[in-house]
């Protein structure tokens, strides 16, 4: 028998004036993002902001369906939205925030297991890892790439399917 670990690192912060430029420019258009989201059932609403990597910031909110589970989480959303509109751009970071009737999550809300799913994916398609940005008002964390969140993550080798 073998035994293995998998550990998480990510970097963390107390306001969003330390992050660099392009990190806080991303992480307040989730934030903006999220004030769009349609969420008359949950009261949830969630940003998120890709940039990709020639600069632009390309956004998705979460759409409640009163059908669940019709709607769709901003992270699919704004991937989806950067992959339908700009194919040849790949996502290089993705900022992701979430408001109450109070505001700001005071904590900052990590993806569901869709949206870790899908951010692997991209990461796959791109060949390249994706920086995600967890905002909430009490700190700010930066896992350097998506497939840290999903470990053992679901795969196209999984599908034996000789995929490049």
Known sequence: MKSK???LK?????????????DREL????????????????????????????????TGANIENA???????AERNAL?????????KKPVAIAIAARTKNGLTLDPV????????????EEFRNSGDIRVILSGKSKIQVIEKGSDLLPLQFCRNNLNLNLP
Not at 13 to 19: E, H, R, W
Not at 34 to 58: C, D, H, K, M, T
């Open 27 to 58: 992480v307040i258009a989730a934030r903006k993002a999220a004030e769009n989201a349609y969420a008359p059932y949950s009261g949830f609403q969630v940003g998120a902001a890709v940039r990709l990597e020639n600069g632009l910031i390309v």
């Open 80 to 88: 989806s939205n950067s992959a339908s509109n700009y194919p040849d």
């Open 110 to 121: 990590p993806p569901c297991g869709n949206c870790r799913q899908v951010i692997v994916e």
């Open 10 to 22: 990510w970097s963390e912060f107390d306001s969003i004036v330390k992050l660099n430029q392009p």
């Open 67 to 73: 059908a669940f589970p019709s709607g769709i989480c």
């Open 5 to 7: 670990s998998i550990s």
